[in-house]
């Protein structure tokens, strides 16, 4: 089942902006837009934002997403150690008419 | 606070079958979408299938990998999601998540998950 496009790995220094890239297609992330989810090692994924940017209540202002036509971005400003973990973005795609999402990309804060 | 609790893993053999559940409390369980995710070890996120709010009109999904072998079914009375797998296959050890949907918040609510074995 075709999946969104994500990089495998991030790095960034510590207090710096780390932006996150998703690729879809017309079906999925161009039409419905696309959700981030977070996860940290031996957790379940947490939900960051949805349908472009919307965020949940308790979720960092230093985290923002956007879209442009057929790929999504999650920035993060001012890294905090925390915030090292694996990113997903996901999409309901209407012609699978199945949720896809990416490979993940693992952020790491030096 | 909203808990989702999944149960049911663990070790199976191929070819037979397997159910997990779902359970939802403090929420209005039966105005979500219920979904499953699984997780191979060390991989990606992998949706699975889900089944519609009865609102919506409680039909299901499901990836291309599991299609004619899983079925997601629920209980609204008892709170309750299952996933019945059959045929498993030794690809299909994973960490089963079980997530809350509506169609204005996807992906919210999210269980521990169960992890399941499949091997001989």
């Known amino acids: 089942q075709a999946g969104l496009t994500q990089p495998p790995s991030v790095s960034k220094g510590l207090r710096q902006t780390a932006t996150l890239t998703c690729s879809g297609n017309?079906?999925?992330?161009?039409?419905?837009?696309a959700d981030w989810l977070q996860q940290h090692q031996g957790h379940p994924p947490k939900l960051l934002s949805y349908?472009?940017?919307n965020r949940p209540s308790g979720i960092s202002e230093r985290l923002s997403a956007s879209r442009s036509g057929n790929i999504a971005s999650l920035t993060i400003t001012g890294l905090q150690p925390e915030d090292e973990a694996d990113y997903y973005c996901?999409?309901?795609?209407?012609?699978?008419?199945?949720?896809?999402f990416g490979g993940g990309t693992k952020l790491t804060v030096l | 606070e909203v808990q989702v609790v999944e149960s049911g893993g663990g070790l199976v053999q191929p070819g037979r079958s397997l159910r997990l559940s779902c359970r939802g409390s403090?929420?209005?369980?039966?105005?979500?979408?219920m979904s499953w995710v699984r997780q191979a070890p060390g991989k990606g996120l992998e949706w699975v299938g889900f089944?519609?709010?009865?609102?919506?009109?409680?039909?299901?999904d499901y990836a291309a990998s599991v299609k004619g072998r899983f079925i997601v079914s629920r209980d609204d009375s008892k709170s309750i999601a299952y996933l019945q797998m059959n045929s498993l296959k030794i690809e299909d050890t994973a960490v089963y998540y079980c997530?809350?949907?509506?169609?204005?918040?996807?992906?919210?609510?999210w269980g521990q998950g169960t992890l399941v074995t499949v091997s001989s």
């Open positions: 997530y809350s949907d509506t169609v204005m918040v996807p992906l919210e609510y």
């Open positions: 996901s999409a309901w795609d209407t012609s699978l008419s199945a949720r896809v």
């Open positions: 403090g929420l209005n369980f039966g105005d979500y979408a």
């Open positions: 089944i519609r709010s009865k609102a919506d009109g409680g039909t299901t």
């Open positions: 349908r472009d940017n």
């Open positions: 017309s079906n999925n992330v161009g039409n419905e837009g």
